[in-house]
């Protein structure tokens, strides 16, 4: 069946370092591919989308590229910020919404 | 603005005792969504509805039951908790995409969720 799979965390970065979050999925047909952002105490909030092969979606600094080739969907930032310390979910669309198992991101200053 | 609003946020239950969480919207979306968030085990679709009046089942239905009477509430209910069912619950909701599909390929808005223990 279709399933996503994201890196286990938690990643522990820096401030201003650089940040990937792999992700990458098995459909059968065209999924659309979400990330999906859950700040502590809330719940989650779109980040970022494509909906095709090769799209790239962006939003606040972040940034994934929709891979056919090797079925994945990365999530990227140049630059991390404390503010930006959450639990990251990548996200499948074909019948149903997809949701991997999340990522925590925990940045310092 | 209020978006999507989840009552209660806490609630602690007795194996056995029943009770309804209630999801309301103030976007005029069509579509609602109940999920279960589980460490380690992302969220799963509990029950969803595509319009006022009708509702089906998600991956994990069983011991839930939910209604849609009006389109802005989306109610879920444990007829008899049982500690399995301890979870942080969320509701999401989402406009149609038009192309007949039943989950919706637009994104979802979801509420800041409910944290239910079951004893």
């Known amino acids: 069946g279709d399933s996503v799979t994201q890196m286990e965390g938690p990643v522990t970065l820096s401030e201003e370092a650089f940040l990937t979050i792999n992700c990458t999925y098995t459909a059968t047909g065209y999924p659309s591919l979400f990330w999906y952002v859950q700040y502590p105490g809330e719940g989650l909030q779109l980040l970022l989308k494509?909906?095709?092969?090769?799209d790239k979606g962006s939003n606040k600094g972040f940034e994934a590229t929709y891979r056919k080739e090797t079925t994945s969907f990365h999530l990227e930032k140049g630059s991390v910020q404390v503010s930006d310390s959450a639990v990251y979910f990548c996200?499948?669309?074909?019948?149903?919404?997809?949701f991997g198992t999340g990522t925590r991101l925990q940045v310092f200053p | 603005n209020a978006g999507v609003t989840q009552t209660p946020k806490f609630r602690v239950l007795k194996t056995g005792q029943s009770m309804t969480l209630l999801c309301a919207q103030d976007m005029n979306h069509e579509y609602m969504y109940w999920y279960r968030q589980d460490p380690g085990m992302g969220l799963r679709l509990i029950h969803y509805?595509?319009?006022?009046?009708?509702?089906a089942k998600g991956e994990v239905p069983d011991g839930y039951n939910v209604s849609r009477l009006k389109k802005q509430n989306f109610l879920l209910g444990l007829e008899s908790a049982a500690p399995s069912q301890t979870s942080v619950y969320f509701c999401?909701?989402?406009?149609?995409?038009?192309?007949?599909?039943?989950?919706?390929?637009?994104?979802?808005?979801f509420g800041d969720g409910t944290r239910l223990s079951i004893l």
């Open positions: 996200a499948l669309n074909t019948d149903k919404l997809i």
């Open positions: 509805s595509v319009g006022e009046g009708t509702t």
């Open positions: 999401a909701s989402s406009y149609a995409d038009g192309q007949a599909v039943f989950i919706s390929n637009q994104p979802q808005h």
């Open positions: 494509a909906t095709k092969a090769d």
